[in-house]
T-cell receptor
Framework: KAGVTQTPRYLIKTRGQQVTLSCSPI?????VSWYQQTPGQGLQFLFE???????NKGNFPGRFSGRQFSNSRSEMNVSTLELGDSALYLC?????????????FGPGTRLTVT | KNEVEQSPQNLTAQEGEFITINCSYS?????LHWLQQHPGGGIVSLFM???GKKKHGRLIATINIQEKHSSLHITASHPRDSAVYIC??????????FGTGTSLTVIP
């Protein structure tokens, strides 16, 4: 089975722009979660989608949004980029949901905001 | 306030040593995960625990729900075990809370 894929792997954007990141889960997985990792804050939970519905959301401003398609692929969008949004963005998929189910992580998208 | 505390933050060991990484948490949880992150960013899920003990090869993870504490043990450590180990709990507010990670270096 193919693993979780994320595109693009690297991205450089300018402050004020917006960005869309994509995540394709393992075939058969219906849950996709997104995480932000920075040197200062470590890993933080952004949100989780299950069957095209946002099920849980972390403590991030509304500039961070996401969606999930009927084939379980997910996108996250960050609008009005700030320098502090520079981070590694990871997605993970699982068969059912977060928490009590094993998470399979993608390689991440490294976003640099200048 | 950190919901998840890990110790130690950094650990250097000689090849073959027995290693223990500790995780304490302050929220109610339904599951605890141990993750491994190698340089370059890729994260692998090592264990998911809700009670007791699990073992995969040289890795052992335990959890004590009453004491809100988990440990990850590596027996006969090897340089390829060098990585950052992250404790994550899923609980209050249906969210994941992450520890800051333990950076392990195993010297040949």
């Amino acid at each position: 089975k193919a693993g979780v894929t994320q595109t693009p792997r690297y991205l450089i954007k300018t402050r004020g722009q917006q960005v869309t990141l994509s995540c394709s889960p393992i075939s058969g997985h219906r849950s996709v979660s997104w995480y932000q990792q920075t040197p200062g804050q470590g890993l933080q939970f952004l949100f989780e989608y299950f069957s095209e519905t946002q099920r849980n959301k972390g403590n991030f401003p509304g500039r961070f949004s996401g969606r999930q398609f009927s084939n379980s692929r997910s996108e996250m969008n960050v609008s009005t980029l700030e320098l502090g949004d520079s981070a590694l963005y990871l997605c993970a998929s699982s068969t059912a949901g977060t928490g009590g189910w094993e998470q399979y992580f993608g390689p991440g998208t490294r976003l640099t905001v200048t | 306030k950190n919901e998840v505390e890990q110790s130690p933050q950094n650990l250097t060991a000689q090849e073959g040593e027995f290693i223990t990484i500790n995780c304490s948490y302050s929220v109610g949880i339904s599951a605890l995960h141990w993750l491994q992150q190698h340089p370059g960013g890729g994260i692998v899920s090592l264990f998911m625990l809700s009670s007791g003990k699990k073992k995969h090869g040289r890795l052992i993870a335990t959890i004590n729900i009453q004491e809100k504490h988990s440990s990850l043990h590596i027996t006969a450590s090897h340089p390829r075990d060098s990585a950052v180990y992250i404790c994550a709990v899923y609980g209050y507010g249906n969210q994941f809370y992450f520890g800051t990670g333990t950076s392990l270096t195993v010297i040949p």
